[in-house]
Each structure stands twice: as C-alpha cells, then as structure tokens.
C-alpha cells in the first residue's frame, strides 16, 4: 500500500504546487504616494457588477479555484513566520481600500488556507504583544507582560526559579534541528514581539540592564533581553539579526553609529561583543548601504541596527527623503532570505511588521494602512523567493486594536476621508475611528462630551492627523478579537478553523519536523513524516488517503 501511495502523493504534490504556483498576487501596492494624498474623487464601481450573472460567474470561478486544491502534505523544509503587530480584520479590510478598491486583496489574503486564532493571555481579556508572542512561538500563554516565563510566575517577579518556570520554543526547535535561523523587525529588536523569539524576562520592559536594576533585580542571575540576544542560548546562534533598538546595546557613555547615546548602564558594548564572538564571514552594518553591499553568498552571520529606537515609519522614510539611509521592511527580508537561502538544513525566518501596531496607539490610521502595505509586499517578496513546495509560510497578527470601518460610505469613498454626517448633530465623521485613545482631543469640544468638533477642515492627508476616538487614553489600546491566521506550502491544510493561538507552534513544528516532532537527529533529510512513534506516519497515510479519496470524487464528479 505503501508503495502505491508516495508516488500518488507525489503527484498530489505536484498539482497542489502547480494549482498555488498559478495563483494571482495584485503587486499594485506599489502605488505612488502622491495618489493616495490627492484627494480622490470616490470612483464608484465598474458597471459589470450591477449584474447578476457577474456575481454568479465570480462565484463559480472562486468554486473551482477551491476544489482544485490540493494540499502539500510533505515536510516543510524551511519556514518564514511573519505576525503583523496589531494587524486586526478591520485593519485588513481597511488597508484594501487604501491600495484602491474593496476588489484587493493583499498578498497574504491570497493564501489556500485560513484559521482564526484567540489572543487572550492567562490573566486578561486583551492581551498585550508579550503574553501573545510567548503563546505563537513558544506554546503555552502566560501572563500580560511576561516572555517565555510560565504563567505561575507574577509580572516583575525576580526570585523565581529560571530553569523551572522558564523555557523558548520555535526558533530554539529549529536550531536544535539544524536550521538557520533570522529575525527580522521594523520594531526595537528587544521590543516584546521580537523578544519572544529568543528571550525570557518576567517584564517585557527589561530591554537593558538599566531597566532590570530599576527592578531591583540582579542583572547576573536575570539578564536582560539585549544580553539574551547576545548570549543566549537561541540569540547567540542567530544567523540574521535585523531590525532597530541599538540603544540598549551601547553605553550611556558612548555614541553610537549616529551619534546617540545608548542607554546601558554596564559599560558593555554588545555590538562589539557580537563581533568577538562572529569573527570571520560576518557583518554589522547600521544603514540601508551597508544591509545592501553584504555578499549574502559568503556572509555567515549578519547583524543590523538601523536606529537608536524603532525603525522609521514608511511615510518617514519617504517624507525625509532618507530611502538611501533606511531600510525598509521588505528590504531587510530580502537580505534575511538571501543569507539564510545558504542553508542545506533548511532555515526558519521570523518576520515582525511592527509598525502596525504603533501607528494604531497613536490612533494614526494612515500610517497604519501603509505599514500594512509594506507588511503585504514583504510576504509577497519571501512568497516569490521561495519554493511552494518546500517552504511554509504563515502570516498572523499577535492581537487587534480599536480602530473601526462604519458608517455606510459610497464605493470609491477615500478610507482615511469623511464617511458621512451624523442625523444627530449634524457634525461629519470619518470612516475610520477607534474606541479610544489621543484622538478623543480631536474629537469633542471639552471634556464633557456636550459638543463634538466640527472635523470637516481637519487635514486627513496629513499622515499624524489623528482621527476620532470615543474615550481618552493617551494611548489606544489593544483590541480582544481573534486574529487571522493565513497559510501557504507544506501542510498549510491544518491551519484551519478557530483555534487558540498558543496552537501555532504545534502546526509550524508538525509541518517542519522540529521540536517535539523532530525525526532523525534533525540533520538528515526528514525520513518518513512521522514524529518517531509511527504516529506521524499514520497520520500521513490518512491525510493522503482522504486527498486521494477527494481527488477521485472531484474527477468522477466532472468526468474527467
């Protein structure tokens, strides 16, 4: 039976990679600034859709995409793991509006396989990037800002057992099987997202020493994320480090590349501790020139701080003329999947679009909208520089925000525009607003709630305008709603239906053969796809069983 099954398998392979290999990516979000800040005219829509048939014919197309779906049922030899902070279904939404029209789709959004996830963490509701981050790389939620320490411990704890109540998940699993490993960010590089990858702190805050003694804890017995990154047992063994945050790798006695002060209070430079311990085939760099002229063909190791604190926004970028000086986030992909490509074991590259989220607090939902943007094209980018067929990628978001898409504008309106005018008070309001946070200042005349603004001469082109919210926070919170789980390659199938989100690292490591899963010592070419007990195995040979079973119906079905 055996026999019979991998060589059918394989062409169950072939066919699903052909059907995704096909698939249709709109690269029309490389758009001109210009048009998104020219106060469009709402374009309305094209006049095929006033029919019926057109709706029925998109359905029956949509139909047979889907039942020529296969999916990719071997090993995943490399992964690339992509959350985009704060990326809620409303920010998705809204995003396709911002590329052009409600028919967009972001590269991600164009994946066969779908889940939703729930981002709770052990003591609240609303979750932070800690809790959420320790729950989709490392498979057990914990507490609101806490890393990779299990949820018996309280926040600022610093008298706990480390060996007991601490522990990592992919990326450790991962090298443990011989995989190349990355990170890349747009955030500070210890911020809690990236942090998640390689660090365990009992508050996400300890991104230096400086913050650990503020604790009154010992920086010896509990090291800060910046020295993990450096030293630890999963940081140390990075092959690509890129993102900002440089300041809490240098003195507060020293400047760093750009002349700031750094802000660690040990006397430790880091970064030159990272080049002692790299010696050979690797490189630092702190700009876009020096990311660009690495040789990713001979370069082993590569670490790269582009600024003090987080990386600049898009529109920054743009807006200061500084594209020849900092990298963008599909830039540092670029350069993360071409040195990691080296590996014959196959690699592992987290990605964090983390500008996302930040733009959210600020209740800047232009901002947001391009970072999501630049998030899609990054996906699309490692989507194309790899192999269906080897590689699965997974894209998700740790948690939502605020923000809403109401109202009951006109098809073509501008999202960052007027929706409409209230039959209240008769005051316009914007499409999109947020339940709270800085842009209630904005919002109503005083503190009382008697009188809205008139907004009508705001100027929404402007991307720091900050739109309306209901509550003042002096920054917008998070938002409890689950998050989208997006999956294209090897096993992508099981990523389906709504699941918690600590389950991830489960169905990323099932599919790489890593962690508990890990089969022949890590280093061979994946054997069997079981997990050692023969358990895998069976499952295999059912999954395939069912494809084939699927497959055969599907061709009786159309008389093929």
């Not at 507490?143 to 060996?163: A, D, K, L, S």
């Not at 700031?260 to 760099?285: M, Q």
């Not at 082993?300 to 987080?310: A, D, K, M, P």
């Not at 590259?349 to 999501?372: N, S, Y």
Request: charged residues 20%; proline residues 3%; glycine residues 10%.
């Amino acid at each position: 039976m055996k026999t019979f099954i991998v060589p059918l398998a394989a062409m169950l392979v072939a066919v699903s990679l052909a059907n995704e290999v096909h698939r249709t990516y709109d690269s029309d979000h490389q758009h001109k600034r210009s048009q998104l800040q020219s106060g469009r005219q709402a374009v309305g829509y094209d006049p095929i859709e006033t029919t019926s048939e057109f709706w029925q014919q998109k359905a029956q197309d949509i139909l047979k995409v889907k039942l020529n779906e296969v999916p990719t049922v071997t090993k995943a030899k490399n992964v690339v793991y992509f959350i985009g902070d704060g990326m809620s279904a409303q920010t998705i939404a809204a995003t396709r509006m911002y590329m052009g029209n409600e028919n967009r789709m972001l590269s991600f959004e164009q994946f066969p396989y779908l889940a939703t996830a729930k981002t709770y963490c052990v003591n609240r509701q609303v979750p932070d990037s800690a809790c959420t981050a320790t729950a989709f790389m490392s498979g057990v939620k914990n507490n609101y800002g806490m890393i990779n320490v299990g949820p018996h411990v309280p926040r600022y704890n610093c008298e706990y057992n480390r060996t007991e109540a601490e522990f990592l998940g992919l990326l450790k699993w991962a090298q443990e099987a011989g995989m190349a490993t990355g990170l890349v960010t747009n955030t500070r590089i210890t911020h809690a997202t990236p942090a998640g990858t390689y660090a365990s702190v009992a508050d996400r805050d300890w991104e230096d020493d400086s913050f650990v003694k503020k604790a009154g804890c010992d920086v010896n017995e509990y090291p800060d994320i910046a020295h993990q990154l450096i030293h630890g047992e999963v940081g140390k063994n990075f092959k690509v480090i890129l993102g900002g945050g440089r300041a809490h790798f240098v003195p507060s006695t020293q400047m760093d590349d750009e002349n700031v002060a750094g802000s660690r209070t040990d006397g430790r430079n880091l970064i030159n501790e990272w080049k002692e311990a790299h010696p050979g085939n690797s490189e630092y760099v702190w700009n876009k020139a020096g990311l660009q002229s690495i040789d990713v063909e001979n370069t082993e190791n590569v670490l790269g701080l582009f600024q003090s604190g987080h990386c600049l926004y898009n529109l920054e970028i743009d807006d200061l003329k500084l594209g020849a000086v900092k990298p963008k986030l599909s830039e540092m992909v670029e350069v993360a999947l071409k040195v990691l490509s080296n590996s014959a074991n196959g690699f592992f590259l987290f990605v964090e679009g983390g500008k996302i989220d930040m733009a959210h607090h600020g209740t800047q939902p232009r901002l947001a909208l391009e970072e999501t943007v630049e998030f899609s094209r990054a996906i699309e980018l490692a989507h194309k520089m790899t192999n269906v067929e080897d590689t699965l990628i997974v894209v998700s978001s740790d948690h939502g925000h605020t923000m809403t898409y109401n109202g009951y504008t006109k098809r073509g309106s501008d999202i960052l525009g007027i929706a409409d005018v209230s039959d209240e008070d008769g005051l316009p309001y914007t499409t999109l607003s947020y339940a709270n946070g800085a842009g209630y200042y904005r919002t109503y005349k005083d503190a009382n709630h008697a009188e809205r603004e008139d907004i009508s001469g705001y100027n929404y082109e402007d991307y720091n305008t900050q739109y309306l919210a209901t509550v003042p926070l002096s920054s917008e919170a998070h938002g409890g709603e689950d998050v989208a789980v997006f999956a294209s390659g090897p096993l992508a199938h099981v990523f389906r239906g709504n699941i918690e989100q600590n389950v991830l690292p489960d169905l990323i490591s099932y599919a790489a053969k890593i962690g508990q899963y890990l089969e022949n010592g890590g280093e061979g070419d994946g054997g069997d796809d079981g997990d050692g007990d023969g358990s895998g195995s069976s499952l295999m040979v059912c999954i395939q069983l069912t494809v084939i079973c699927a497959v055969a119906a599907l061709f009786a079905q159309l008389k093929w």
